[in-house]
């Protein structure tokens, strides 16, 4: 609980939401994974349980990454930029997923000759991985 | 020019400022180097010149990284994330420094028992890289 008071927002510049972007990145391989927002309360629940917790801005809520996937991130360590506006997460992937879409990271579109063209194909179906969504 | 036109902007989901998060990745280490804005210009100036340029939301300008500097980044590859809300360049980084503070990457800080540690220390000083500011 120390550590919670400790970090939760000291020394980050969260925007005018009170957000603030965090890439998670393959503490192993160095592949970035994905980006999402995080506030307050998501980056001190981070901090307290060692998994990647983020914020959503549709949803308005704070969310488990994982937590209807089991697509977990277990977070090995965090840095912040110099400025204090952007977090990194280095993190351990399971289930080798972090794409909502079923790919192995977000950023698999890559721009050719003017065009985003897709790298690499899902390793696993959206119903696969969340059942048929209500 | 063909290329300008037709990636200046498609696909990308700019925020309500017009500006998408843009993060530079060290192209052969995989080390995430800085994270900065890109508008619809600054985006299609990347594209074209294939060095980075970005958009200063303090000076709300379109910059060339390394114009001041000399620390200019030469984009190898160009990727957008599954929701079209991030930017990632793989870069070169020029002179090895791409964190204003002299830094080889912006996130030289750790969290530590619930502090930020700084993890290495600037190659150059401030007043080295960009002489004395007027």
Redesign the interface.
């Known amino acids: 609980m120390?550590?919670l008071e400790?970090?939760a927002g000291?020394?980050i510049a969260f925007n005018e939401q009170g957000l603030v972007?965090a890439?998670a990145?393959d503490s192993v391989?160095?592949?970035?994974l994905?980006?999402a927002w995080m506030d307050r309360d998501a980056f001190a629940r981070t901090?307290e349980t060692g998994k990647a917790c983020y914020y959503s801005r549709s949803r308005k809520a704070a969310w488990m990454k994982g937590e209807s996937s089991g697509h977990l991130q277990i977070v090995r360590?965090?840095?912040?930029?110099?400025?204090g506006d952007?977090v990194?997460l280095k993190i351990d992937q399971i289930g080798g997923i972090a794409?909502?879409?079923g790919?192995r990271n977000?950023?698999?579109?890559?721009?050719e000759?003017?065009?985003?063209v897709s790298q690499f194909e899902p390793l696993k179906s959206e119903s696969e991985i969340y059942g048929e969504r209500k």
């Open positions: 120390i550590a400790i970090t000291i020394d972007p890439i990145q391989t160095g592949e970035i994905m980006v901090v360590e965090i840095f912040i930029d110099c400025d952007v990194l794409c909502h879409t790919r977000c950023f698999f579109r890559k721009l000759n003017g065009a985003w």
